[in-house]
């Protein structure tokens, strides 16, 4: 079946430091990837998203490119701020719909000022 | 424009006792999602519904658990008996039900508490 393994942390980093978040695959279809975030106290909210190898997706100064070769789909951020302290799900879909998206446990990300 | 809704916020109930949670999905959306989120599993997908079409059942934990939607729109998913181990947040999305490029938009989540 399909899984996805991302570090799970804490990660804590200085405002203004480079950021990746490791995301891997295993998926018997072509899968859609994707990074939702998960402020304190907030609900999922979609952060980026790719839907064929070579993609780059990106929002608010993240980025993530679809990597088939290797299975991966990193997020990274050329600078945090305290505010992107979040957790931070990597994600996948097969369609089809039966099994919904598959998620990564979470990385817990935290940036000191 | 409205997002998805989710009633109650919270609910904390005895163990034994039957719960309904429910989940009104984006207008337009006839794909509606089912997850919980629990410390101990992460985020598990539970059950899915396209439209008016029966859905598929295989990823709910137990047979206590059911769901259905009304109308292609409104789902309920309820609970039977409770167990302590059924404590989670119960999250639903919704999306356009275009395949596998589709994006899921998820509700606030329910917190269930079983004493």
């Known amino acids: 079946g399909d899984s996805v393994t991302q570090m799970e942390g804490p990660v804590t980093l200085s405002e203004e430091a480079f950021l990746t978040i490791n995301c891997t695959y295993t998926?018997?279809?072509?899968?859609?990837l994707f990074w939702y975030v998960q402020y304190p106290g907030e609900g999922l909210q979609l952060l980026l998203k790719?839907?064929?190898?070579?993609d780059k997706g990106s929002n608010k100064g993240f980025e993530a490119t679809y990597r088939k070769e290797t299975t991966s789909f990193h997020l990274e951020k050329g600078s945090v701020q305290v505010s992107d302290s979040a957790v931070y799900f990597c994600?996948?879909?097969?369609?089809?719909?039966?099994?919904?998206?598959?998620f990564g446990k979470g990385t817990h990300l935290i940036i000191q000022p | 424009g409205a997002g998805v809704s989710q009633s109650p916020s919270n609910k904390v109930t005895e163990k034994g006792k039957d719960v309904e949670l429910r989940c009104d999905p984006i207008s337009g959306h006839t794909a509606l999602y089912w997850y919980r989120q629990s410390l101990g599993q992460g985020l598990e997908f539970l059950i899915y519904f396209q439209g008016n079409s029966a859905p598929d059942k295989s990823g709910l934990p137990s047979d206590r658990f059911s769901a259905e939607r009304t109308g292609g729109s409104v789902s309920t998913l309820t609970i039977q008996r409770t167990q302590q181990e059924d404590s989670a947040v119960y999250l639903c999305a919704s999306s356009r039900g275009q395949g596998r490029t589709d994006t899921q938009y998820f509700g606030p989540g329910t917190r269930l508490t079983v004493l």
């Open positions: 998926a018997t279809g072509y899968p859609s």
């Open positions: 790719a839907t064929k190898a070579d």
């Open positions: 994600a996948l879909y097969s369609g089809g719909g039966a099994d919904g998206l598959t």
